[in-house]
């Protein structure tokens, strides 16, 4: 910030960037969320703010201290006061008797103008520390824990008495990594004529499906399809995909998607600059941008939006401010002022000063918090689902409801034709009689029987017809053998706590390695804390799913194995090992590194029931010496040889009989 800027102007500029006011025509995630408090918070700090401070430090205002000074120096010009200062201390005490009323006055007036002139460097100090205490923890949209110490700002990790405390920078966030919604996005322009609405849509989207990963990052490039410009509507077009070869050339720097932006702008602006409706796209901000470059870094933006969520940032910012009044405002050096002023006043008044800054610091943490707890509750609130879709084959169909009532279903299932292709696709053609009817059913019932009714095949008549029927006869959710849930891992996870509580054995996760190759990409480069939040959110969720005597296997490599071993350690009571795995025996190729061939699998249980049985056999089988006699236990397998080569015959310069 710059010297020259008002402590009370760059206030007022970091909270309008705290709050994200220069994005409030964003409609989604958090941005729609301050909507509704906008107005509360920007009176606040445009109007209250400066009102607070002067009224708890019960100071004077700009126009009181003004008055002021006026009347002291209206007063200068009086004989009195005027001999009065220009005198020694003997004729000030004869003057004091004849005029006593009008030095009381002066010194009175006196006063006030010293306490003014300290209340404006009382107010500036606290209004530096407010811009210091919240940028210090502010990081582009989020709240990172950097806790500080002292002049060398060494960071101090809190701690609560453990022999050893595991502690990440966003120990206590959720981390949030958004995915592409691919939304049309649309911001409205005034013209000559009255109102334009400017659309920013897809042309055509490349991306994986599932889970599977893209080998190249995708990035939003203006599309080569014509802009439609109208009086009342006009759209741009884009495309969302990797870079060409040619592109990869030209686009250099981290953050290639800004660089898309810039060249996005300029070629719309270089094609339609001389259309006078849209004139106000080229306008540009205090900063100097065009504001159509702004929405189109909004709309990009939109899509590749991650942040962190705090589970309870009011009290992470109570503690905080706690710490920061301790260390950097009751500095016992600097209590003693002067001999004038005293170790008392001076006291006095940075315990003023300090209970004016907690009060409006807690004023702006409520503001903050409540905006966050909102956002939390909506991350955490269990998600609608979408569909659901059934899956039975038509042994199991006849077996539950009947060959009657299976028939008429049947009749319906094979007029189907992508149920009939389907089958084709799963099982081959020659597996799916070609004709196609009941009576081939029945005659043909042992290659029939395993087909699959998927019911997302059918409208939902069908499928509620299909269920109602089923339910009649069974307890469906009983029946089930098979259980596929496709969600975010985290709301999938919080979705069936309840269903399936301590019933789940085992679980296996295999998340993103964080290797140079499958890396999170994150704004603000807490990578490795990024991927333990990630990962520990959906652990905790994990462990209340095992039964107590179940494993959970997670497959990991050397970049993330430690933190991801220490998450484990405080969810599960029992460490069952971890296992090597040979994953690429050539080496994964790495910058200046030795190549891995490994990975890992972490096996924790719930409980020491989680031991497999297995294993206590194979410890025994492991047992050096196995047999044993009345000497004592001995083994057989340390004299003799196996495997090629075992034979005296096939290696004989290596036989050496051992006489007894």
Known sequence: MANNIAPIDQLKGFLNELFQFDSQDLDFGVYKILHYKRKEIKDFIENLLVDKVKEQLQTLSSEEAEKVKEQLAELEKDSIIDGWLKADETEKK???????????????????????????????????????????YYDKGDFISKRRFGKNEKYVVPYNGEETHFHWANHDQYYIKSSETFQQYAFKIPTALGTMVVNCKLTAAQIEQGNVKADEPNFFI?????????????????EYRPLKEEEKKNIKGNNKQDVLDEQAFELIKTDFVKNVNLAELWKTDKDGKALLLNKLQHYTRKNKYDFFIHKNLKGFFQRELDYYIKSELIAVDDLYVSE?????????????????????????????????????????KKKFVLSTEWVITIDRLAEYVGQEAAKLILEEVIKNENQVAEWIELFGKGNVPKNLTIESLKADLHTWRKLSIDTKHFNPIFKSELL?????????????????????????????????????????VDPPYNTDASAIIY?????????????????????????????????????????????????????VGIVSVRSNPAGRKTK???SPAHEYALFFGKSNLAIPQSLEITEKRLDRYPEKDDEGKFAWANFIRSGTGDKKEDRPTMYYPIYV
């Open 94 to 136: 004869t003057l004091e008797k004849f005029g006593k009323d009008k030095i009381n006055q002066y010194l009175e007036l006196q006063g006030k103008s010293t306490e003014a002139k300290v209340s404006v460097e009382t107010e500036n100090q606290i209004y530096n520390h407010l811009t210091l205490f919240f940028s210090r």
């Open 222 to 238: 203006v599309a080569e399809k014509e802009a439609k410009i109208g009086v009342e509507e006009s759209t741009f077009f884009f």
């Open 340 to 380: 004038t002023e005293g170790y008392f006043d001076s006291l006095k008044h940075r315990i003023k000063t300090i209970k004016v800054f907690k009060s409006i610091a807690d004023t702006i943490i409520e503001f903050v918090s409540q905006i966050e707890e909102f956002q939390k509750k909506l991350w955490e």
């Open 468 to 508: 109602n029927t089923l339910a009649s006869k069974i307890d469906i959710h009983e029946s089930l053998d098979g259980f596929l849930h496709r969600s975010d891992n985290y709301h999938g996870l919080q979705l069936i706590q309840d269903l399936y509580s301590s019933k789940i054995n085992p679980i296996y």
């Open 523 to 575: 704004k603000n480069n807490y990578k490795s804390s990024s991927f333990l939040s990630l990962i520990d959110q959906r652990i905790r969720l994990a462990e209340n799913l095992l039964s107590n005597d179940s494993m959970i296997c997670v497959a990991i490599d050397d970049v993330e194995v430690l933190g991801l071993r220490k998450i484990l350690e405080e969810y599960f009571s029992k460490e």
């Open 592 to 594: 200046g590194k030795f």
